[in-house]
T-cell receptor
Framework: DAGVIQSPRHEVTEMGQEVTLRCKPI?????LFWYRQTMMRGLELLIY????????DSGMPEDRFSAKMPNASFSTLKIQPSEPRDSAVYFC?????????????FGDGTRLSIL | GNSVTQMEGPVTLSEEAFLTINCTYT??????LFWYVQYPGEGLQLLLK?????DKGSNKGFEATYRKETTSFHLEKGSVQVSDSAVYFC?????????????FGGGTRLMVKP
């Protein structure tokens, strides 16, 4: 079975550029989560979708960050304009519809470096 | 609000040593508890879970028991291997107005030496 698929695996770009991270959740999962992981702050939840609808975006750090889920099989996280402090590993996770006792399944992440 | 506290690492052990990584939590209601493992360059993988008090989760030789009276979910393994070297995250899932989300601890890095 295919797990959560994220692309790209690595992204290096200059500050000010737009960055788009992509995620394909596990088929049949109806909840999707975007996380950011850094040494300083650990793992932070950025935004959470349920049935393609954003439920909680309180973790999105600034207006430069936006996330969409146009359908059940695809989500994007955009940063525009990007800044060096956005450098981190960004993870996407999905969960099946049976509810909160079910585990989240994580992708392998996108390692983002903003120069 | 919900919170998870786990011991800071790194924890360095020799192969075949006994492992304990402490985890305590604060939550309203009746959370489910999880241990995730992150190997270098990878995402988090579910290691084990427990959904109610006194449940024991186990996988790959790892165990953790849901202790409501001490609000703890300590991870243990009787004999670690070099391949167990990774970062371990304790987490809880509890309902709130936004649905069921995970609250993670800060992670504990385990290094096992041959």
């Amino acid at each position: 079975d295919a797990g959560v698929i994220q692309s790209p695996r690595h992204e290096v770009t200059e500050m000010g550029q737009e960055v788009t991270l992509r995620c394909k959740p596990i088929s049949g999962h109806n909840s999707l989560f975007w996380y950011r992981q850094t040494m300083m702050r650990g793992l932070e939840l950025l935004i959470y979708f349920n049935n393609n609808v954003p439920i909680d975006d309180s973790g999105m750090p600034e207006d430069r960050f936006s996330a969409k889920m146009p359908n059940a099989s695809f989500s994007t996280l955009k940063i525009q304009p990007s800044e060096p402090r956005d450098s981190a590993v960004y993870f996407c996770a999905s969960r099946d519809p049976q509810g909160g006792n079910q585990p989240q399944h994580f992708g392998d992440g996108t390692r983002l470096s903003i120069l | 609000g919900n919170s998870v506290t786990q011991m800071e690492g790194p924890v360095t052990l020799s192969e075949e040593a006994f492992l304990t990584i402490n985890c305590t939590y604060t939550a309203t209601g009746y959370p489910s508890l999880f241990w995730y493992v992150q190997y270098p360059g990878e995402g988090l993988q579910l290691l084990l879970k427990a959904t109610k008090a006194d449940d024991k989760g186990s996988n790959k030789g790892f165990e953790a028991t849901y202790r409501k009276e001490t609000t703890s979910f300590h991870l243990e393994k009787g004999s670690v291997q070099v391949s167990d070297s990774a970062v371990y995250f304790c987490a809880l899932s509890s309902s709130n107005n936004a649905g069921n989300m995970l609250t993670f601890g800060g992670g504990t890095r385990l290094m096992v030496k041959p």
